[in-house]
């Protein structure tokens, strides 16, 4: 009973979190953000650090160059700017993650410093979709 309670929770919390724009999965399970030139890959580490891979049309990672990265998580104790540092591979937050999900969270990339920033709004659900087995916020799940 207890098992089936927990079902109907993880396929009514997945559907409240469909949206008419279709998410697309990253290679590590995470959400693959539509930037340009770049796609940027947005991932939350065991550790609740947040990291961007970005990777060309082709899903190859780039390794980061001029890029900057700010995301904020908006938690219900307030705006909290999350400091990003560059990595062999691309972007890693200094600092985890707020307690307190679902909050939304807001990355901001811009491709170099005279580029226009491009802004992505994530709701960030950490519990593991019942259907597709990917994070709340990384759900692919369509029309169930
Ligand atoms: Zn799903």
Redesign the pocket.
Known sequence: MKTKALVILLALA?TSLLHAEKVTAGPKGGRLLDSTPLKAEFFVTAERHVEITLYDDHTNPILPGEQTIAVTAESSGGRTPLPMEKTAAGFLSKTPLPAGEPYRIVVQIRATPEAKQQNFRIDLDLHT??????K?YA???EGH
């Open positions: 997945c979709c019942g259907e597709c087995q990917r709340e759900c692919t799940c």
